[in-house]
């Protein structure tokens, strides 16, 4: 069983910027990648941005490049998102992702936190 508990959202006005944090915890083996993902009212889940368990390979979708910045700290299995200069296109409900194995031996499976809002507003 892995758990993922995120934070850091809330409201914030254009132009301002959060901080999320995700961390994992419970039965895990091995982690391939972390990431966060958004789903804005009426729209698909898109992906935001992913990194590796070194942290040496990140992706971003073109819409956050530049503006956000993830990172991770493995000594505490949590993975961070830093958003800058935030628009209203911004606001959604941010998912915290996790592609890894478990001890149960099962394949690579995905775990997903709860989400958090962010609304970006003035």
């Known amino acids: 069983q892995v758990q993922l508990v995120e934070s850091g959202g809330g409201l914030v006005q254009p132009g301002g910027s959060l901080r999320l944090s995700c961390a994992a915890s419970?039965?895990?083996?091995?982690?391939?990648?972390m990431g966060w993902y958004r789903q804005a009212p009426g729209k698909q889940r898109e992906l935001v941005a992913t990194?590796?368990?070194?942290?040496?390979?990140?992706t971003y979708s073109e819409s956050v490049k530049g503006r956000f910045t993830i990172s991770r700290d493995n000594a505490k299995n949590t993975v961070y998102l830093q958003m800058n200069s935030l628009k209203p296109e911004d606001t959604a409900v941010y998912y915290c992702n996790l592609h890894a194995m478990t001890h149960s031996g099962a394949p690579p499976n995905d775990y997903w936190g709860q989400g958090t809002q962010v609304t970006v507003s003035s």
């Open positions: 419970g039965n895990i083996f091995v982690i391939f990648a």
């Open positions: 990194i590796t368990p070194g942290g040496r390979t990140t």
